[in-house]
């Protein structure tokens, strides 16, 4: 018979008895409280079967496993974030029982205490930049007396050095459009474009850009958003949150839990 594992989604400061109650995480289970001192972790049992260290492995290839599992983990330290302060922990982090987590909330309590006064009264907010670079300015062409093979690789070259300078003039003003949200933010970051095929977006990202902001401060980001998109119409801005501040308080566990 498989062993229960502790599944651990994250931690925070204080109790909402009432977050937990019908609560739905990891494949249905049910989620529950553990209190070391000041701090709460957020976890529910899973299946040695399926988190076990060859299961965990193996299910993290597969595709559709993978995504009901993000959902559902974001799902428990999203409502959990939406009454307390969270330090979400990575995907699939696992314990061999409820007091081994307690014994690394009590390890790390300084550590954990120190994140969480990071992100007290702030949320994570997201910005994305696309640009569209498909249409190049014309050719100015050349006389009718050039050949037509010439004339071919002119073009070609000439649509590859269009391309090349509004990338680089998209990727100018997607700078600048971070720099001016960095100002406002507590912490910012920038994240590698995400996957044009997974995300399902038009054009070239050129700016994926995460931002720890006040809650105080939440409506000026929204307004200097809106006013770097007019100020930058090449560019489509997209502004995405409240989250979690999965980019500025996320713990990843640096081994994984041998029995």
């Known amino acids: 018979m498989a062993e229960a594992l502790t599944y651990l989604y994250a931690i925070t400061r204080g109790t909402e008895p009432d977050l937990v109650r019908g609560l739905e995480g990891i494949a249905g289970s049910g989620v529950r409280w553990i209190e070391v001192a000041d701090l ?56 061999y029982g409820d007091d081994r987590v307690r014994e690394r909330i009590a390890e790390r309590a300084e550590g954990f205490e ?6 007290t ?26 050949r037509p093979g010439t004339a071919y690789l002119r073009k070609v070259r000439h649509r590859t050095k269009s391309r090349e300078e509004s990338k680089q003039e ?17 912490e910012s970051r920038t994240h590698p474009p995400q996957s044009r095929e997974l995300a399902g977006y038009d054009g070239v990202m050129v700016l994926n850009g995460a931002y720890l902001v006040d809650d105080a401060r939440a409506d000026l980001l929204v307004e200097e958003v809106r006013e770097l998109a007019e100020r930058h119409p090449k560019l489509r801005v997209e502004l995405t949150g409240p989250w979690p501040p999965y980019s500025f308080a996320t713990i990843l566990e640096d081994e994984r839990e041998t029995p």
């Open 40 to 95: 709460g972790a957020l976890v529910s049992d899973v299946d040695e079967d399926e988190f076990g260290e060859a299961a965990l492995r193996r299910n993290l290839e597969d595709l559709e496993w993978l995504g009901t599992t993000v959902r559902a983990h974001n799902r428990v330290v999203e409502a959990a974030a939406a009454a307390l302060p969270v330090a979400p922990m990575g995907l699939a982090t696992v314990y």
């Open 114 to 119: 120190s994140v969480l006064d990071r992100v």
């Open 121 to 146: 009264g702030r949320t994570e907010w997201g910005v994305k930049a696309f640009a569209d670079l498909s249409a190049a300015p014309a050719d100015p062409g050349e006389p009718e007396s050039e």
């Open 170 to 186: 998209a990727l100018q003003q997607a700078a600048d459009v971070h720099a001016s949200l960095a100002e406002l933010a507590e």
